[in-house]
T-cell receptor, first 116, second 116 residues
Framework: EAGVAQSPRYKIIEKRQSVAFWCNPISGHATLYWYQQILGQGPKLLIQFQNNGVVDDSQLPKDRFSAERLKGVDSTLKIQPAKLEDSAVYLC??????????????FGPGTRLTVL | DQQVKQNSPSLSVQEGRISILNCDYTNSMFDYFLWYKKYPAEGPTFLISISSIKDKNEDGRFTVFLNKSAKHLSLHIVPSQPGDSAVYFCAASAHDGGTSYGKLTFGQGTILTVHP
């Protein structure tokens, strides 16, 4: 079974530029998560989708971050414009059912973003 | 506000000995706890979990203990192996009005090094 795929693996941009990350969850997984992991910290949930609807985006900086999950499958996360403090690893995860805490979340390898 | 804390940034253990990783939480609504393991350049992978109705859960060499009164959980690895060297994250989830959307709050992580 293929795991969660993410691209690109690494991205370096200048501040005020835009960037987009892509995630393809495990086939058949209904719930998709985007996390931000700043160096030395644990992952922080940015947004959670169940199928193609948003369940939780309370920690998403909506003035510059946006995310979509078209057709309830793959997803993109965009930052526009990027700030220095956005430098982090962006992790995508998916789980099979309704997003309950007891559903195992499977993580992709992440995209490491460096903003100069 | 750091609701889940792992106060030891690193732990070094000899192969064959016990590794004990600790985690404290402040939110009394948390009722499901997980440990994830992360290797460099990979996403976190689920290791073991425990519900608040239990005080111990065991899976092979891994045992998680939960002390609800102290708001403390620990992960024991016995015996430790060099392949266990990784970053270990504690995570917690809370039910919300009887439903849970699977939102995880992570600690900062502890780097475990097991020496041969």
């Amino acid at each position: 079974e293929a795991g969660v795929a993410q691209s690109p693996r690494y991205k370096i941009i200048e501040k005020r530029q835009s960037v987009a990350f892509w995630c393809n969850p495990i086939s058949g997984h209904a719930t998709l998560y985007w996390y931000q992991q700043i160096l030395g910290q644990g992952p922080k949930l940015l947004i959670q989708f169940q199928n193609n609807g948003v369940v939780d985006d309370s920690q998403l900086p909506k003035d510059r971050f946006s995310a979509e999950r078209l057709k309830g499958v793959d997803s993109t996360l965009k930052i526009q414009p990027a700030k220095l403090e956005d430098s982090a690893v962006y992790l995508c995860a998916s789980s099979v059912t309704s997003g309950r805490a007891t559903d195992t979340q499977y993580f992709g390898p992440g995209t490491r973003l460096t903003v100069l | 506000d750091q609701q889940v804390k792992q106060n030891s940034p690193s732990l070094s253990v000899q192969e064959g000995r016990i590794s004990i990783l600790n985690c404290d939480y402040t939110n009394s609504m948390f009722d499901y706890f997980l440990w994830y393991k992360k290797y460099p350049a990979e996403g976190p992978t689920f290791l073991i979990s425990i519900s608040s109705i239990k005080d111990k859960n065991e899976d092979g060499r891994f045992t998680v203990f939960l002390n609800k009164s102290a708001k403390h959980l620990s992960l024991h690895i016995v015996p430790s192996q060099p392949g266990d060297s990784a970053v270990y994250f504690c995570a917690a989830s809370a039910h919300d009005g009887g439903t849970s959307y699977g939102k995880l709050t992570f600690g900062q992580g502890t780097i475990l090094t097991v020496h041969p």
